[in-house]
């Protein structure tokens, strides 16, 4: 008599059920020989149901805990950054503010780690050193970024404390730094310096 066409129910059932008994022979074999322990069944704990009283009991204890324990000192925090206040730009909210941004922005970046695009990785590794480096400000109180923000948008400026001077008496000034007796110096100002500088030494010469 002709064997009847199965379907792949069918078949899957049949492929499933002789898997299942070979594994069930095998772990009985190993059990016989001592070869496989029998794990105890781990009970489960049923959660246990408060009431209303309870709740509030519990939040009350726990509120007393934390005002038993105060604010947190943040001992590992540099003096200096500790004591701004949280409406200064570079205090220790601000700032853990960007570092807590930048932590997602980096997991959500993880790809380009490797990437084959090289500035995927540059831009993977800008992100990485500006989280370093906000770190390293809470620790130390150095600032050693050039930029700062929650995404970096502001570039930091520096601040001429002491002024040099060449030899002729003029001083020496760098494009973007704050001067107190002329503000920032810009890239105008520089070429004007430069081309005063040419009129002098062609006057000097046209003398002699």
Not at 90 to 97: E, Y
Not at 131 to 141: C, D, P
Not at 176 to 200: C, F, H, N, P, W
Request: glycine letters at 4%; hydrophobic letters at 35%; aromatic letters at 6%.
């Amino acid at each position: 008599m002709a064997r009847q066409p199965q379907t792949k129910e069918q078949i899957a059932s049949r492929v499933a059920k002789a898997q299942a008994t070979k594994a069930a022979k095998k772990t009985n074999a190993l059990a016989l020989m001592g070869a496989v322990a029998k794990k105890p069944i781990k009970q489960i704990r049923k959660r246990r149901v408060m009431t209303d009283e309870q709740k509030t009991a519990a939040i009350a204890r726990l509120e007393s805990a934390r005002a038993a324990k105060g604010p947190s000192k943040n001992v590992m925090i540099d003096v200096d950054v500790r004591n701004l206040p949280d409406d200064h730009t570079f205090s220790l909210k601000n700032v853990r503010k960007w570092i807590s941004a930048n932590k997602d922005l980096l997991g959500a970046m993880r790809g380009m780690k490797d990437s084959k695009e090289s500035s995927e990785r540059s831009k993977y590794i800008n992100v990485q050193t500006y989280i370093a480096n906000l770190e390293n400000y809470l620790r130390s109180g150095h600032y050693l970024d050039l930029q700062f923000g929650e995404k970096g948008q502001s570039k930091i400026k520096y601040v001429c404390r002491g002024m040099a001077y060449y030899a002729n008496d003029h001083p020496k000034r760098s494009v973007g730094v704050l001067y107190s007796d002329i503000g920032v110096y810009t890239q105008e100002m520089e070429d004007d310096d430069r081309r005063k500088a040419i009129s002098d030494q062609t006057k000097i010469r046209k003398t002699n």
